[in-house]
């Protein structure tokens, strides 16, 4: 495996409560990434991260949070989580900027109620 | 803005044949890269194929290959022999512009019969 792993796996929770998903690897990559995947949409972009402190936001960034403060965690907050945020969540590594595709987490299955 | 589109939601095939997945992509770059994953029940994203665009010859893994068309902007995935483990959801991907994030097509459910 390539040593990136996600938590937790599954969490439900109630509307309005803040939520926090880790993201953490062991391979030293530069480049971390958060989408979210949902029927009929693909996996879209919401947050990635080029370095430590280094984030910018991807196309369905609202209500998302993210934070790297060490090479190999990368955490995404959910500030107040609704009921839209129902989804599951990959964590993506990359070590290069263009020509490889990521590798990808396992995935967290958000529900909230 | 880069785009990339999945047209078939849903495809079925018979173990042993052969299908083909189609993608297309929209883009003003020239160098970029495609992608193709495979997502089983198991929710794991699996790489299965890329092609540089830069690259006129066709990637081939095994039994997966595919069919680039630049000038078409057309990236399908032909997949030979089926088997019952190919059942899966198939993503394309493109990757390019400065960062090189990845955009993903909203994906195909490949079904495989006995």
């Known amino acids: 495996d390539a040593g990136i792993t996600q938590s937790p796996r599954h969490k439900v929770t109630e509307t309005g409560t803040p939520v926090t998903l880790r993201c953490h690897q062991t391979?030293?990559?530069?480049?971390m990434y958060w989408y979210r995947q949902d029927p009929g949409h693909g996996l879209r972009l919401i947050h990635y991260?080029?370095?430590?402190?280094?984030?910018d936001k991807g196309e369905v960034s609202d209500g998302y949070s993210v934070s790297r403060s060490k090479t190999e965690d990368f955490l995404l907050t959910l500030e107040s989580a609704t009921s839209s945020q129902t989804s599951v969540y990959f964590c993506?590594?990359?070590?290069?900027?263009?020509?490889?595709?990521?590798?990808f987490g396992s995935g967290t299955r958000l529900t909230v109620v | 803005a880069q785009t990339v589109t999945q047209s078939q939601p849903e495809m079925s095939v018979q173990e042993a044949e052969t299908v083909t997945l189609s993608c297309t992509y929209d883009?003003?770059?020239?160098?970029?890269?495609l992608f193709w994953y495979k997502q089983p029940p198991s929710r794991q994203m699996i790489l299965v194929i890329r092609?540089?665009?830069?690259?006129?010859q066709n990637a081939t893994e095994n039994r997966f290959s595919v069919n680039f068309q630049k000038a078409a902007k057309s990236f399908s995935l032909k997949i030979s022999d089926s088997q019952l483990g190919d059942a899966a959801m198939y993503f394309c991907?493109?990757?390019?512009?400065?960062?090189?994030?990845?955009?993903f097509g909203k994906g195909t459910k490949l079904s495989v019969k006995p």
């Open positions: 883009t003003s770059e020239s160098d970029y890269y």
């Open positions: 092609q540089e665009a830069y690259k006129q």
């Open positions: 991260s080029y370095g430590v402190k280094d984030t």
């Open positions: 993506a590594i990359s070590d290069s900027p263009r020509n490889y595709g990521y590798t």
């Open positions: 991907a493109y990757r390019g512009g400065s960062q090189g994030n990845l955009i």
């Open positions: 391979e030293n990559h530069r480049y």
